[in-house]
């Protein structure tokens, strides 16, 4: 049932009051404005009880209009787009927002959990690092889930979101970040001076407090001088307005993260828009002007329902014509919150009493509260009554203590400034004693610092900062400064003098609101020895979670400066890290989630495999057919094995084009490929490939495979599929950076060809009915490690390589990418006659360990070429990358495990990777381990399991029995040690 | 971070890789004939190894993989982060082996 307004004003307000919008809190239906928060539309209903408290579940109300609220979290939206602890403050309002409280069972007005505020004295800070310390078994079964159950804000929507998110990126001269009336005249003044200027503001109107105050500029209401500013803003060609988008972090270089929501202020995005973007602002200038944030004052109780900063008070009625109470006490320690007092008053309210700190009102208090019949008490509140919502406060001066009754306390302890962003990249804010205040350290080179976030706090000189920054800003980008007149301010004082807290309080006297961190809970860390700020911080967690104490921080630095008899400069304060306001994770990976994760690359023959019908494997970036499963089979294995054995009696083909490929060419190639492998290219012969290893400089191995020489300045690298972009840095880095007087030039065409083995005793009659009739593929015209360019397919142009990685008479064969699926379906129809099949990665590893072929399994980095059993291969006559230090006495010990092969003594024993070899007689234990397995597969040639592995003295050992130990997975099998060749030892087949 | 490429401007620290120290640059040189004793052995694990680490400017070898994929030199203040001058291409610095 919609309830009226109670306390919405008549008039006033930048609120349409012609389109009324329904909304729902805690199942209630109510009814708000366009140009509403939910917590505006909230106050307006009378509702002030909207959550309850972390730590001690206590209710609390909504403290503030903006997005420093620690109280007023609640979840938004209903279903998968529940979105949790999310501020009322800064939700706006829509037809149709559901939103529900946090953090209470069973109902907001009756919370269980509030047994936690009657236990409250058990569970003070490092209550739980305390607590839950013993039986340690306890932990995972009682402690954690009591634990999870109990703590925590919202809950998490626990399905896909079904919305979509985005990156995007910008650039410009300057970079205004708040829009009061500090930086609508920085941007003002960039702007006009022609530069490019972003103004990014979180709310969704700009004009920051001079929304929220009756103040005047130019003899215009504030805010009609902010909307006309904006106005001329947006009319400019090079200003680019971004209302809500909050600038979360400044990273080097003039990076800027923000947030834009762009659909968070509608029942759901429309189609084709995301829910947020996630923005990435290059600015050769920023300026800040992110203003001020009011900070309570603590006394007794002070948390309770109707305890709202003064400046949300003004908000509530200025902007939003909500009266948030109508008997009111305001407690300040300062003169710029009296204007609540007229504000208050002109809403209708009744200011009850104003009381003032500070030993002595100034006059201007004083005038204030006359204006109205206030009041004047100078003294302090020292407690709260009432549970659910205030219902009076005890203050107390020199008169004595009295009570008085009300609805609404509005406080304010000054303002802090919103220096966040200015620490992103190190630099700590500064303790400015006359302002009592944080302000700017060393702002990030770039950055200019106005208004109030730099401490400023009068409007005239918020103007004129303003407006001297965005000059400065657009002159350091070179245009040339507009003339601009500063408007005139009406007359303020911003005098203020610190109360850090309430000594004489009653009470539970809270800092940090969100934690439920009180006074006594700093006093009993100081105790305790938590004496330094960022001690303090985790031991009492004042100052994390959401709002990361933008209310509560400065309070809990002066209590401790206080309790160590120090001041709040010696003291110090935290370091503020990006983000300033929670970021959805979601936000943060844009597009990139589920199968948009990373890209998926797929092989220029595809097609092909899927046609045949492929099963596909992520392979590294790659997906690439794993097996090709036939009817009849029953898994993998069964595909695999029928596979293997058609390459060894027949024929296969396999898809190899995700192999890198790197083109080199020049008058020192050849001397180039001496240089970055271990063995020698310098003497391969034209036409001829070789199998090269390539060595990191420390000495082991990086990657391995053929190269071709194509012409007498011209060779072609492969590399393996893994390593493709590694080895391409690699060789760029050695020409470029070691070898620049080389005359080579290299460029990686793995994606311009597609490449096929064609492997098996009939390949070469496969291969003969491909390549064009006028090339001589016999074994006497194009012998094993063969290397040529042809034809193909009747014309299109091929290389042909000799090569063989199964063991088997085989072939590689390339063609241009796009003739990929071509070339693999003539490959198919020409092999027909044999039986061919296509196999994949399963099969093609299989093979390889049949051959005792390394891969990555065995090249992890630690190997070396002795390790490998290819030490032979490196040269002692010329240098070469990795040289000197494979001679590391280290790396030439004989005890390093070294490549074997390894045979289970019962035959279909299943080894896996990753099991430990300890001799047959020794305990499996780390001291007893002598090597591990690198590869294992089923071999359908010798009807058994065979693996490789790397074994100490592993040459020495061949028949030997040992242990291949596998406690992870339940595995202990006698294997024998053996050479890494399973089959054709002697290599007849590949020549044949 | 943002850096100042000499053939692409300035661009985003992303599209860069980073290795370290420039004085990778200084290779050895060492004849293939000659024998490797501990005093070789020495010097290259010095030149692969040993790292000054100096909280003040640092001459670095950075990649531009996703712009001209050249090996470029930047001199960049590793406790702010800034960068002291254009990028120089490693081409034009190296030496002959």
């Not at chain 1, 492929?614 to 993998?636: H, M, N, T």
Request: proline share 5%; aromatic share 8%; hydrophobic share 40%.
């Amino acid at each position: 049932m919609t309830r009226t307004q109670p306390n919405r004003l008549d008039t006033g307000g930048l609120i349409d009051r012609a389109q009324p919008l329904l909304f729902k809190f805690d199942g209630r239906t109510y009814q708000g404005h366009q140009g509403d928060t939910l917590a505006s539309a909230l106050l307006a209903n009378g509702v002030t009880l909207v959550g309850r408290s972390f730590k001690y579940h206590r209710p609390r109300g909504i403290l503030t209009a903006g997005p420093e609220e620690p109280n007023a979290i609640v979840e938004l939206r209903v279903g998968a787009r529940r979105e949790p602890n999310t501020r009322a403050t800064t939700a706006e309002l829509y037809d149709g927002l559901e939103a529900r409280s946090q953090n209470r069972w069973p109902s907001l007005a009756f919370d269980m959990m509030g047994i936690n505020n009657v236990l409250s004295p058990l569970l003070g800070a490092g209550f739980y690092y305390k607590t839950f310390m013993w039986p340690a078994s306890f932990w995972e079964k009682v402690y954690e889930p009591l634990i999870r159950s109990a703590a925590g804000l919202g809950r998490g929507a626990g399905m896909d979101d079904p919305d979509s998110y985005e990156k995007s990126y910008a650039h410009c001269d300057v970079l205004v970040i708040g829009a009061g009336a500090t930086g609508l005249m920085a941007a003002l003044a960039a702007g006009r001076s022609g530069a490019r200027v972003i103004l990014a503001d979180e709310d969704f109107i700009m004009g920051g407090r001079a929304l929220a105050e009756r103040r005047e500029i130019d003899q215009l209401a504030s805010v009609e001088w902010a909307g006309q500013i904006v106005a001329e803003l947006a009319a400019m060609p090079e200003v680019r307005l971004m209302p809500r988008t909050t600038v979360f972090g400044v990273y080097d270089g003039g990076v800027h993260g923000a947030l834009e929501r762009v659909s968070d202020h509608v029942i759901q995005p429309p189609a084709h828009q995301p829910r947020q973007r996630t923005w990435r602002i290059m600015a050769r200038r920023t300026v800040l002007s992110a203003g001020a944030i009011e900070r309570p004052l603590v006394f007794g109780d002070n948390d309770r329902p109707g305890i709202m900063m003064a400046g949300g008070v003004r908000t509530y009625i200025n902007r939003f014509a909500v009266s948030p109470g109508a008997h009111v006490v305001v407690f300040a320690n300062n003169d710029e919150a009296v204007r609540t007092i007229g504000d208050i008053t002109k809403a209708g309210g009744v200011v009850e009493a104003v009381v003032d700190p500070r030993g002595g009102a100034s006059e201007f208090v004083r005038q204030a509260a006359e204006n109205v019949g206030a009041r004047l008490i100078e003294g302090v509140v020292t407690r709260a009554h009432g549970t659910r919502a205030v219902q009076a406060v005890d203050i107390e001066s020199a008169a004595g203590r009295e009570r008085i009754d009300c609805d609404l306390v509005a406080l304010s302890g000054g303002w802090s400034p919103t220096v966040h962003l200015t620490s992103h990249l190190g630099a700590k804010p500064v303790w400015n004693e006359k302002l009592a205040a944080f302000t700017p350290g060393q702002p990030p080179t770039g950055m200019t610092v106005a208004g109030a976030a730099n401490g400023t706090f009068a409007l005239a000189e918020c103007l004129s900062t303003g407006a001297a920054a965005g000059l400065d800003a657009a002159s350091a980008c070179g245009f040339r400064r507009a003339q601009i007149e500063v408007p005139d301010a009406d007359p303020e004082s911003t005098a203020s003098s610190p109360l850090w807290r309430v000594k004489s309080a009653r009470g539970k006297s809270f800092i940090d609101l969100q934690n439920d961190v009180t006074t006594d809970d700093v006093q009993q860390a100081r105790q305790e020895g938590f004496t330094r700020v960022e001690h303090l911080k985790r031991y009492t967690t004042l100052g994390m979670a959401t709002d990361q104490g933008k209310t509560a921080n400065v309070n809990g630095l002066a209590l401790m400066a206080e309790m160590s008899a120090k001041s709040i400069a010696e003291t110090g304060t935290t370091v503020f890290r990006p983000p300033y306001t929670p970021v959805a994770i979601g936000a943060l990976a844009g597009a990139h989630r589920g199968r948009e994760f990373r890209a998926t690359r797929t092989s220029p023959a595809h097609a092909w495999a899927k046609a045949q019908g492929a099963s596909f494997i992520e392979a590294g970036v790659w997906l690439r057919a794993s097996y090709f499963p036939r009817e009849g089979e029953k898994d993998w294995f069964d595909a695999t094995c029928r596979e293997v054995r058609a390459v060894r009696t027949g024929v296969g083909i396999c898809d190899v084009s995700t192999l890198g490929k790197i083109d080199l060419q020049g008058a020192d190639a050849a001397r180039f490929l001496d240089l970055v492998y271990a063995n020698t290219f310098s003497t391969l012969g034209l036409g001829r490939a070789r199998y090269g290893l390539m060595l990191r400089e420390d000495g082991f191995v990086m990657d391995d495979g053929t190269t071709s020489r194509l012409g007498p300045d011209h060779f072609l690298m492969t590399t393996t599929t893994a390593n493709a972009g590694k080895v391409m840095q690699h060789l760029e880095f050695c020409h470029q950076v070691l070898f620049p007087n080389l005359d080579v030039q290299m460029i990686s065409v793995s994606d311009a060809w597609a490449q096929f083995s064609i492997a098996g005793p009939k390949s070469r009659d496969v291969l003969a009915r491909v390549v064009d009739r006028q090339h001589d593929i016999s074994n006497a015209a194009f012998p094993y490690m063969a290397a040529a360019r042809m034809t193909a397919l009747g014309g299109t142009p091929a290389r042909l390589f000799r090569i063989s990685f199964s063991g088997e008479l085989a072939y590689e064969i390339a063609v241009p990418a796009r003739f990929g699926v071509a070339l693999g379906a003539a490959l198919m129809e020409a092999g027909r006659d044999f039986g061919i099949t296509p196999y994949g990665l399963e099969a093609l590893n299989v093979m390889r360990i049949e051959k005792g072929h390394v891969t990555g399994a065995e090249l992890n980095g630690q190997t070396t070429a002795r390790d490998l059993g290819l030490g032979k291969m490196q040269s002692t006559k010329k240098d070469y990358i990795g040289r000197i230090l494979k001679e590391r006495a280290g790396l030439i010990d004989p005890a390093r495990p070294t490549l074997v092969g390894v045979k289970p003594l019962e035959r279909m024993a299943r080894l896996r990777a990753g099991a430990h070899f300890v001799r047959r007689d020794a305990p499996a234990s780390a001291e007893h381990d002598q090597g591990w397995l690198t590869s294992a597969a089923f071999s359908p040639a010798l009807d058994s399991w065979i693996g490789l592995g790397m074994l100490s003295h592993g040459p020495d050992r061949h028949g030997e029995i040992i242990r291949a130990v596998d406690p992870l997975r339940g595995g202990d099998t006698l294997v024998e040690v053996c050479a890494p060749v399973f089959v054709d030892p002697e290599g007849v087949r590949l020549r044949g | 971070m943002r850096i100042p490429c000499p053939h692409c401007g300035v661009r985003d620290a992303q599209e860069f890789s980073y290795l370290g120290d420039a004085c990778l640059q200084q290779r050895p040189i060492l004849p293939a004939e000659t024998p490797i004793d501990d005093a070789i052995l020495d010097q290259w694990h010095a030149y692969v190894y040993l790292r000054d680490n100096p909280a003040s400017d640092h001459r670095e070898l950075w990649y531009h993989q996703g712009g001209c994929r050249q090996w470029l030199i930047v001199a960049r203040n590793v406790r702010t982060h800034e960068i002291n001058g254009p990028a120089v291409p490693a081409s034009r610095m190296g030496r002959v082996p």
